[in-house]
């Protein structure tokens, strides 16, 4: 069992950063991680994904270059640094992990997942 918690989220002008921490706590074993959203009566979005060896990492679109996904192993923490914020990025963080025997696979499907955290609320005021 893996219990992924989020820490970080809060109130932020547009324009400004916040960084996100998920600590996974549980059972030492190999994951892969991943960011998702929810806004308001949408649907849960993909963000951001890590491999365990930070090898390989995918983010959605509307984030390139505006956020940035990074892991330290040695402390099961997985953040998101983002940038430049825009309203539209309000919403519920989530963290996700899901076992892996490839140190280099991401997902980038919620259904893929099979830990989830309770969500860090991030909202950006215009």
């Known amino acids: 069992q893996v219990q992924p918690v989020e820490s970080g989220g809060g109130l932020v002008q547009a324009g400004g950063s916040l960084k996100l921490s998920c600590v996974a706590s549980?059972?030492?074993?190999?994951?892969?991680m991943a960011w998702f959203r929810q806004a308001p009566g949408k649907e849960r979005d993909f963000v951001a994904a890590?491999?365990?060896?930070?090898?390989?990492?995918y983010l959605a679109d509307s984030v390139k270059g505006r956020f940035t996904i990074s892991r330290d192993n040695t402390k099961n923490t997985m953040y998101l640094q983002m940038s430049s914020l825009k309203p539209e990025d309000t919403a519920v963080y989530y963290c996700?992990?899901?076992?892996?025997?490839?140190?280099?696979?991401?997902?980038?499907?919620?259904?893929?997942?099979?830990?989830w955290g309770q969500g860090t609320q991030v909202t950006v005021s215009s």
């Open positions: 996700a992990a899901k076992p892996t025997v490839h140190p280099m696979v991401v997902f980038t499907t919620a259904k893929e997942y099979n830990y």
């Open positions: 549980g059972r030492a074993f190999s994951y892969v």
């Open positions: 890590i491999s365990w060896n930070s090898g390989n990492k």
